[in-house]
């Protein structure tokens, strides 16, 4: 069992950035590939960015890329989401979520993932 917990969220203006982090326990993250996710008002739940094992793969969705950084420490069981040029339409809760995987390979899809954390919200005024 791996528990997920998000922090990092918050209200800033448009423009801004915040720093979304993803503590892991339970056991090591090595072994999964990991995910964030995010889910607007009124909206199903979106993929934003992923990451493979070992990092040396990364994917985004064309709706952040450039603008939005996925990194991950094993060693601190955390993994991290850098956003930057933040817009009113990134407001969303956003979600982390492991994929126990045995291959380097990033993953897109929600039904891919195993563990979901409980989300922080991000809000981003105009």
């Known amino acids: 069992q791996v528990q997920l917990v998000e922090s990092g969220g918050g209200l800033v203006q448009a423009g801004g950035s915040l720093r979304l982090s993803c503590a892991a326990s339970?056991?090591?993250?090595?072994?999964?590939?990991m995910g964030w996710f995010r889910q607007a008002p009124g909206k199903e739940r979106e993929f934003v960015a992923g990451?493979?094992?070992?990092?040396?793969?990364?994917y985004y969705a064309d709706s952040v890329k450039g603008r939005f950084t996925i990194s991950r420490d094993n060693a601190k069981i955390t993994v991290y989401l850098q956003t930057n040029s933040l817009k009113p339409e990134d407001t969303a809760v956003y979600y982390c979520?492991?994929?126990?995987?045995?291959?380097?390979?990033?993953?897109?899809?929600?039904?891919?993932?195993?563990?979901w954390g409980q989300g922080t919200q991000v809000t981003v005024s105009s």
């Open positions: 990451i493979s094992r070992s990092g040396g793969s990364i």
């Open positions: 979520a492991a994929s126990f995987i045995y291959s380097e390979v990033v993953r897109a899809t929600e039904s891919s993932y195993d563990y």
């Open positions: 339970g056991r090591t993250l090595s072994n999964y590939a």
